[in-house]
């Protein structure tokens, strides 16, 4: 109804047709996906339908724009390699090892989680493929414990998966879309002024996420776990090791991507092919087509083509207009531009799934802004940044949370709620963490 309402409303002055239409389809299709009222997978399909029937596009092949992605294709690799570190034992070979290492505590289980994600990004960049790596491992472990699905502690470590691990990539510039994308758009940062940069606002937001992690599933930390044989004396089999040589080898092209230049989805694609090669592989299609999980496909490759849609009609550029038209009022009071910038940027993030086209409709206005009211438009922009980077509305919104949500795990409301909260850390950080660390190393909030 509310979609319908927009749909039949004048068009606001600025906004075309289109754009209007495009975000009513967005608000249709992002309330499915949080309340779960259909499957993720029949949502996607409803946004193919709703951008033709709507007019909010020409036609399906804009519509389908992005099952063409690379993204899509790459979700799909790296959870070909979690699929099989799942199917070669391996999985189970790593839960053993954490279950012992825990000593029958919860809270050993999950912290050694949490210290997993900063060690992990250095050999793992992609928060996409650990995710689907760990999400297996994790999941073996819990049911060696004999923890059920729905227990707070299960809860816990998959929420973790789901909305804290990917931001340990973004403490790297190579960790992922969102560094790379917010560089390029903000210009004349390299490696090293990014990891100076992000390293004490991100680890931060880890602390601060981790700890309404354990503070909402607390309950589910006292249970006992089971006990697990301390040894495991069997060799790694052939499956185990051709698992680990492909993994290692999709890890070492995208640690040196600098490099050879690759896309990140060739790594991915180089690893499906070779897992699912006769002799050389270690899954057979039929196990690919049964527990790939296609929702995922959908869901990803329907947001992308919503993202381009909004793009493209000039809706976001409208919304980015609304930002603007608000903020110089506040000139002259330089902490208040940036919490503004951040608060006109949650819609945006809300309204546009992707967060490359979150990115590059917020960030080259964030940077205009601050030039015209004298804000540091590099602080401005990576405020932005790390409130849209920061949180997930829903798991359509990440590669990474839709690897963790097709488990059961977790409902969309859930991760809803968590990103709410989410939403305030950011805020408190940049404005009480990031704002004066960046002005010790270089980047004061003030325009010299």
Known sequence: MVAAAIVLAPTPDGLPEEGKRVIAVAVLVIALWCTEA????????????ALVLTGAVPGFPQALVGFADPVAYFLIGVLTIGLAVSQSGLAERVARFFLRRSGGSAHSLFFQLLLAFPLMTLLLPSATTRTSILVHVYEDALQLAE????????????????????????????????????AALIGGIDWSRWLLLMS??????????????????????????KAVPLA??????????????????????????????????APALIAWILLLSPRIGVLSWTEFERRIGWSNFFVIASSLSLARALIDSGASGWIAGLIAAAVPQSSGQPVLVVVILMAASVPVRILIPNITGFLATTIPIAMSIGTATDVNPLV?????????????????QSASSLAVYERGYLTAPEIFRFGVLMTLVAFAVVVLVALPYWATVGEPLRMP
């Open 147 to 182: 923890v059920p699905r729905r227990h707070p502690l299960s809860r816990s470590i998959m929420m973790a998966l789901n909305s804290i691990n990917r931001l340990a990539s973004t403490i790297i510039l190579t960790g992922g879309i969102s560094p790379i994308v917010a």
């Open 200 to 225: 004490v606002p991100y680890l931060a937001l880890l602390s601060i996420g981790s700890l309404l992690i354990w503070l909402q599933y607390r309950g589910g930390f006292s249970v006992a776990l």
């Open 380 to 396: 401005c922009g990576l405020a932005v940044m790390i409130a849209g980077d920061a949180v997930l509305y829903y798991p359509a």
């Open 232 to 265: 495991d004396p069997r060799p790694l089999d052939g499956r185990e090791r051709r698992t680990l040589a492909i993994t290692a080898g999709a890890s070492l092209l995208w640690l040196t991507d600098s490099v050879h230049h690759l896309h990140p989805v």
């Open 38 to 49: 259909i499957p993720a997978a029949l949502t996607s399909l409803v946004v193919v339908l």
